[in-house]
RNA sequence: UGGGGUGUAGUUCAGUUGGUAGAACGCCUGGUUCUGGCCCAGGAAGUCGGGGGUUCAAGUCCUCCCGCCCCAGCCA
């Protein structure tokens, strides 16, 4: 965190530091609404505010911003903290609820309403819509503007103790219906909403708007820093205008640019619809950018925060391509993950010259990346299958697998001549004979001589049975709004996002797998232990495959 | 004739007080390798949104223009 790239923020922060301006404290906060799961989005956030704040030896706070109970629950609350910490965040003791500031809130307002800088309005939604104005031209007063300060202060009252029904009085801000600023021309603060808080049960009937309470919100918690995206630029006058009205500590608000990723959405609506419309199997798919679809898929945290860091932090819409977040993840993986013989689509392997009925036990390294991780042992027989992929009879140009008459090595194992294929009735390769070298046990020729290719194998009679679920982009176009009139984002929904495939086998150390454990399967890929495995037969979602040099080779002999 | 933002390689970002541009990802070459992975070396790629001006010198300053994003919830 250290020698991170500039960005505007902590350049503003540095300056407040040495301008004297927050007293050299820094204080954050991440303020999510309770009503969603959190997502990658979400996470550039959450590294923004707690990281700000860690650099300058600061506090963030995790604050729920539960101010409408009517979208609310405590499943949200439960599984934000969750993500969160899972993230490598930690709040310390500073967990904190808007709801519980609804009194001072209430306080406030009322000396708001005495200083005649609010007032309760009669006028309906759609009233209150129509006087506001358009964006080009001035708002109207509402005919309740000019109540007296008694008689403002009885019908708030009156609004707290439940007297009106839902939606037939407001408390406005007295400010300036011609402003230019849509914002500020006399904003709701108090709406009427006899709905039970899921935290204040029945204690309010009224609940504050977002522009009254989260400046309230920051101010109250001490906050110098309020961090939060572009949006909210139109309402910064507003957060200021709120806070100079009242004798309290006023934070400083700093926007910038949400995330967008390429080959997928971010929106919380559209997030909904994929998994109501049934389009991926709940909010933790793995197809899904959301924290928990993120951890399920094995991505780590590790890796979302480099990715975090490195997208940067600034003030202009953009779209980062995927391939940055999967190379963050890569990089982590790679480090860390143990490597494992597993074969997605089999095909048998039989080596003539080994004896039947004989087996043994290889040296296998567990980690090339990280020499403390040690070996184990792998078993061999006469009987092995092969990646479909590694084999082909009549082989193009730069294929340097197995094919008739050509040796390569078994990984940790022997080096194999094919021999030949065996075809079934319709014409299909059902399997493959060969013959090994057995001076070249382990996978060395003393001979010196090189093959051009190794391939990754399992003993067929050893071999456990896997589930593998295969991941794509769940948008096939990298903008997935990208759509004609009358369609919607649904459209570019990439049909074939998940292959699952029931036939891959695997070495047996895997049998000791337990849910959320990652792997690198060799040559292809890495792989998490999904955790709805059940227990006879585990199931590995392909958190990312491996960079694949043949696969583009292969790409471009296709097109040209 | 509303307001607020924002425009630098394909992408995401850096560019100190003005000295004709950098990184990362992606892409391409080559090397290395018991993973076509990792690693290493190299390369292609930018009329700095456009015009005008100030200056010996402008991505940086001034000015005009253009594009894109956000705002008319009793959502946050």
Not at 58 to 76: A, I, K, M, V
Not at 233 to 252: A, G, S
Not at 348 to 365: C, W
């Amino acid at each position: 965190m250290q020698n991170s790239t500039p960005h505007f923020i902590r350049e503003a922060i540095k300056e407040d530091i040495r301008a004297g301006r927050c007293d050299g404290r820094v204080v954050t906060r991440f303020p999510p609404e309770p009503n969603g799961y959190l997502h990658i989005g979400h996470a550039k956030a959450i590294c923004i505010d707690f990281g700000m704040a860690a650099e300058f030896g600061g506090e963030c706070h995790l604050r729920f911003d539960d101010t409408n109970p009517s979208r609310e629950e405590q499943r949200y609350i439960d599984a934000i903290q969750e993500d969160v910490r899972w993230l490598g965040f930690d709040w310390g003791e500073h967990l904190y609820f808007a709801s519980d500031y609804f009194g001072r809130m209430h306080e406030l307002a009322v000396m708001l309403i005495k200083a005649g800088k609010a007032y309760v309005d009669d006028l309906s939604a759609d009233e209150i819509r129509a006087h506001r104005g358009t964006l080009t031209g001035p708002g109207r007063r509402s005919p309740h503007r000019d109540r007296t300060v008694e008689e403002n202060l009885d019908l708030f009252e009156r609004m707290r103790a439940g007297e009106f029904p839902d939606g037939s009085r407001v408390l406005r801000a007295k400010i300036d219906m011609a402003s230019p600023n849509l914002n500020m021309r006399d904003p709701v603060m108090y709406r009427i909403l006899k709905v039970p808080h899921h935290r204040q049960k029945d204690a309010w009937c009224i609940y504050p708007m977002y522009d009254w309470a989260h400046g309230l919100e920051d101010s109250l918690e001490g906050v110098t820093h309020s961090l939060c995206s572009l949006e909210f630029e139109d309402h910064r006058p507003l957060y200021d205008w709120f806070l100079d009205q009242l004798p309290v500590h006023h934070p400083r608000q700093i926007e910038f640019a949400r995330l967008n990723l390429s080959h997928t959405i971010m929106s919380k609506r559209k997030l909904l619809r994929l998994v109501q419309e049934g389009h991926v199997e709940g909010w933790d798919d793995p197809r899904l950018p959301t924290i928990s679809g993120l951890r399920r898929r094995g991505y780590t945290p590790e890796a979302i925060r480099t990715f975090c860091e490195r997208i940067g932090v600034a003030k202009r819409d953009s779209v980062v391509d995927h391939a940055l977040l999967e190379h963050c993840l890569r990089e982590d993986l790679n480090k860390r993950s143990p490597r494992v013989m597993a074969v997605l689509r089999p095909l048998r392997l039989v080596i003539d010259n080994y004896p039947d009925g004989q087996s043994e036990e290889l040296e296998a390294v567990n980690n090339p990346e990280d020499p403390g991780a040690g070996t184990r042992t792998v078993p061999f027989s006469r009987e092995l299958l092969i990646e479909r992929d590694d084999f082909m009879e009549d082989p193009p140009k730069k294929y340097f697998r197995l094919a008739p008459g050509r040796e390569v090595r078994l990984r940790y194992a022997y080096f194999v001549t094919c021999t030949h294929a065996v075809r079934d009735s319709s014409g299909e390769i059902v399997e493959v004979h060969g013959t090994y070298d057995p001076s070249t046990r382990g996978g060395d020729a003393p001979d010196g001589r090189k093959v051009k290719a190794t391939l990754h194998w399992v003993s067929a009679p050893h071999a456990i049975q896997i589930e593998t679920r295969l991941y794509e982009h769940l948008f096939a176009k990298a903008d997935p709004d990208a759509f004609d009139d009358g369609e919607d984002f649904t459209v570019n929904i990439n049909p074939v996002s998940l292959e699952v495939l029931n036939e891959a086998r695997a070495e047996p150390s895997l049998k000791k797998a337990m849910p959320g454990d990652r792997f690198q399967f060799e040559r292809v890929g890495y792989f998490c232990v999904d955790t709805a495995s059940a227990g006879g037969r585990p199931v590995f979602n392909r958190t990312v495959t491996l960079r694949d040099e043949w696969s583009r080779i292969q790409k471009r002999q296709q097109s040209g």
